[in-house]
């Protein structure tokens, strides 16, 4: 069993996720790459996924665990989704 532990998952303007520990990020001031900024940011446990939709309404779960830390600048959230498995449904 994973232990539930309160984490901020981070999305930048150009799609790249990170996890932080706890509830108290300043998610706009965390560093982003260059020409990148902050997106959206949401409270969530560890051991909950997190859910991302796109633009068709299709969703992604992802578990927060397996996401890079905050202290980094992230990877893209393609890399985590198989968005071409879908196709063009």
Known sequence: MLPSEPVTIVLSQMG???SAK???IDAPGLNYKAGDSF???VKGKSN???VFVDST???YAIDPITLP???GQG???TGKINV???GDR
């Open 16 to 18: 790249w996720v990170r």
């Open 22 to 24: 706890g509830h108290d």
């Open 39 to 41: 997106k959206a940011a």
């Open 48 to 50: 909950q996924p997190v």
């Open 57 to 59: 309404g299709r969703s």
């Open 69 to 71: 830390s905050a202290r």
């Open 75 to 77: 990877e893209p959230l």
């Open 84 to 86: 071409a498995a879908w």
